[in-house]
């Protein structure tokens, strides 16, 4: 039999404080994040039809109108004996809106409404967010007549949706969706929870990927391994409740890399404040894994073990009281995106004598007494060191193997920080030498401080190919870069800071090729 549809009796609502309703988004009364959902909104507000609140299901709040001998009155309570109560229920969504007159008396109403933000996915931004909106408009529930007491809330953060890697929605009926408790029992809570954080950009639907959950696990690894290899050298250096008085002084000589690492603590500090006020929690939780992964644990520990391993008693307590104080940073800074292994990390180290969730946020450290001109050689060392690994990769030199390697350099300050460098490429011998001179064939490297040479045996033929393979990438980078200086506009119109900057890009690549076709020349 065919199935045709059937006219029947529905109600309706108009929709009251439209135009208010899309007033306070556009003066942005109440701020949407992302921003680009303020289109939909509008789109919608400005093209909205009446809406059928009636539902023929049997659980839901009763339509309040009452029927008695073809009279038919809406009101919440019963006219009189001989009233019928319509038989249909109110839509979900018109039951939603009462929000905020079900959950609070008008006391607390009017202590806490509106709210500070919304959390919710942009699916309903129709049903449930516009419609709260309105009726906060049209009722005025607030302590005062004044629009802004009366809009519901200030801030609307939407969340994206996790969806398989075919791009469906998880649901029981797909049978799609991983079991949480098994990724817990195999990532751990503090790794499930870190893995999608870190993927899940704002206001966007993201595909579940089980790899981004162990990369969590092995994040949280990480940040135990180092907080092992602290205790392994004593009690912390930092006394519990005193985090906030330790400043400047509390740390003694700063080495080149303390200081590069509490700057970038302190711009880590900035970009996460900007983050929140952004709702980017994503953008939060990558940074922080850069900053904790790689500028801390891969750079900083490693360099400061030069003096954590020194018979220089001061060097000592010094490069242990920096990585207390960035270490109790962290902690603090990671605390709502991994709950568990920072309580524990936090009471472990003796950081703390409460719970670390009544600590308080790390402040900058004030650097004003430093000289962070010092901070400039770093990079270039990490950068040099980098790329020592690289030709050790390339050779097929083990990572976990002692070699020998020379810096042809004329940057000054090197000396002092041989034996750090030398730590960080695992060399057996460094030779910094501006006229160092090596056998033909041997593995080089254009670096910010100079050349850097693997001083092993190679195949000369490889070596080639390696070296024009950097040539033609450099190449590439110069060509980008003078196509851009050749545009009149961009000279003329970018900041002289910028344009002055693409100059020297062009010179140092220009520099780089010359040399690395140098060591090419020398094969022959």
Not at 105 to 129: C, E, H, M
Not at 266 to 291: C, H, P, S, W
Request: aromatic letters at 10%; a positive charge.
């Amino acid at each position: 039999m065919p199935i045709e549809p059937r006219l029947s009796e529905q109600w309706f609502l108009r929709y009251p404080k439209t135009k208010e309703a899309l007033a306070v988004v556009k003066k942005h009364l109440i701020r949407f994040f992302p921003k680009h959902w303020e289109k939909v909104y509008a789109q919608w507000l400005a093209n909205i039809q009446d809406w059928c609140i009636s539902r023929q299901v049997w659980w839901g709040h009763r339509i309040p109108a009452w029927y008695c001998n073809g009279e038919t009155r809406v009101q919440i309570d019963s006219p009189g004996e001989g009233w019928r109560q319509d038989e249909d229920t109110l839509d979900t969504w018109f039951s939603s809106w009462l929000w905020a007159y079900e959950t609070m008396d008008p006391k607390t109403r009017k202590r806490f409404y509106p709210t500070s933000v919304l959390v919710t996915a942009p699916d309903i931004i129709f049903f449930w967010v516009a419609r709260m909106i309105i009726a906060g408009l049209e009722f005025k529930p607030g302590k005062t007549a004044k629009i802004e007491d009366n809009i519901p809330f200030h801030d609307v953060f939407f969340t994206g949706l996790i969806r398989d890697k075919q791009g469906r929605k998880m649901s029981k009926s797909l049978g799609n969706s991983p079991d949480p408790l098994e990724l817990i029992d195999k990532y751990g809570a503090d790794g499930l929870r870190f893995g999608l954080m870190r993927i899940a950009p704002s206001g966007q639907d993201i595909r579940f990927d089980e790899k981004q959950i162990e990369e969590g696990r092995n994040f949280a690894t990480k940040l135990w391994n180092v907080a092992r290899f602290r205790q392994m050298h004593g009690s912390t250096q930092i006394a519990p409740g005193k985090l906030d008085r330790f400043n400047r002084s509390s740390f003694g000589e700063l080495s080149i890399y303390a200081i590069e690492v509490l700057a970038q603590l302190n711009e880590t500090i900035d970009a996460i404040e900007k983050g929140y006020r952004e709702y980017q929690f994503n953008t939060v939780v990558q940074r922080l894994y850069d900053f904790i992964w790689s500028d801390y644990c891969d750079w900083f520990v490693e360099a400061a073990k030069t003096e954590i391993f020194s018979e220089d008693d001061a060097k000592k307590s010094s490069a242990l009281a920096v990585m207390d104080y960035v270490l109790s940073a962290i902690v603090r800074l990671l605390h709502p995106f991994m709950p568990h292994i920072t309580e524990e990390l936090w009471s472990l180290l003796g950081l703390g004598k409460n719970s670390i969730q009544f600590a308080p946020l790390p402040k900058k450290v004030a650097l004003k007494d430093v000289d962070l001109k010092k901070r400039k050689l770093v990079s270039p060392i990490y950068e040099s060191v980098q790329a020592g690994r690289n030709l050790r990769a390339q050779a097929r030199v083990a990572s976990n193997q002692k070699a020998k390697y020379a810096l042809r350099s004329k940057q000054s300050g090197l000396a002092s920080e041989q034996q750090t460098i030398a730590r960080l490429l695992n060399a057996s011998e460094l030779v910094i030498d501006s006229k160092f001179k090596a056998g033909p064939g041997t593995p080089i490297a254009a670096t910010p401080l100079g050349e850097i040479l693997l001083i092993v045996e190679v195949d000369r033929a490889a070596e080639r190919e390696r070296l024009d393979k950097e040539i033609a990438k450099v190449e590439d980078e110069l060509r980008a870069v003078e196509e851009k200086l050749k545009n009149k506009s961009f000279v003329d119109r970018a900041p002289k800071q910028v344009v002055e900057l693409h100059r020297q890009r062009r010179a140092n690549f220009a520099e780089q090729v010359r040399k690395l076709k140098e060591a090419r020349d020398k094969l022959d």
